[in-house]
């Protein structure tokens, strides 16, 4: 009785996730703010299972963004980890290497920073920061560069050879979208800090960074470690479809959960202290 209540419990919820689906807008069709919100509840929910699921059975997940300056990367970063643990989510976001780490074999500085068992390791760019940037932009040499598209093959082999389940995803965005987003970054006080000189650097350099992102899918586009591409001229919708495409691919099922209530207490034993607080003003 209570396996076929649990079975039917199931079928009435898949086919409200069927229904929720349809009834999402088509693409193209701009997302209103309030279907977007109520799908990033869900998946976030979900989100959360995923995470339960890789601390019980101590998995070991790394997933790569990769993209153009503009791109959503960070967005998509923050809308994955607003609401889950940072100790099982980790955010990788390394800077411009030291004199001592340029010094080091390349891929040896995001090693320490690979997952270990029950993490979720988030990296915003990585090592594939030698295929583009740093190509396009000359802090590496033509010959370095070759050298790293050949050893990261093998590279990630190690890693899903160990047990890491490793997503690429690559977010790709128009020209003039690019435009938009960099230029709203110059007249929004909260993005400047998003707008570095790099960013202008490397802004007329399209097509180089064209050339780079088709010769590094060539060389790093493997069975074992393949890119995903996600289009992301509608930010809310790439999104969504990232976090729902990551929860494909790392298996997992809910835990069983028990029932949750809050124990009884008894407050008034302690008279608190008439202490003279220095209270945040209340200009709210």
Known sequence: MGKKHSERKKDKHHEAEEAGAAAAPKAGEKMSNKDYNHELKRLHAKLVTLQQW????????????????????????????????????????????SDREKSQMYLQRY???????????????????????????????EKEAQHFLSAAPPFEKMMVGTGIILLKYWL??????????LEARI????????LSPMD????????????????????????????Y???????????????????????????????????KRKIGRYKAADYPFKYVPEAF
């Open 54 to 97: 890789v601390v019980a059975k101590g998995l070991k997940v790394c997933i790569v963004f990769e993209g153009r300056d503009g791109a959503g990367k960070g967005g998509t970063i923050k809308a994955i980890t607003e609401r889950v643990s940072p100790r099982v989510y980790r955010v990788i976001a390394l800077p411009a290497p």
């Open 111 to 141: 090693v320490p920073h690979l997952p270990a068992a029950g993490e979720i390791v988030i990296f915003d760019r990585s090592w594939y920061n030698r295929a583009g940037v740093e190509r396009v932009m000359g802090f590496c040499t």
């Open 172 to 181: 790709e965005v128009s020209a003039e979208e690019q435009t938009r987003r």
């Open 187 to 194: 007249d929004d006080g909260r993005k400047t800090w998003k």
């Open 200 to 227: 202008l650097k490397s802004y007329d350099r399209w097509d180089d960074y064209t050339k780079a992102r088709d010769e590094m899918f060539a060389a790093t586009d493997t069975p074992w470690a393949p890119w």
């Open 229 to 263: 591409v996600a289009r992301s001229e509608d930010k809310q919708r790439v999104r969504l479809n990232i976090i729902r495409h990551l929860l494909k691919h790392v298996p997992h099922k809910a835990l069983p959960t028990a029932k949750i209530e809050l124990p």
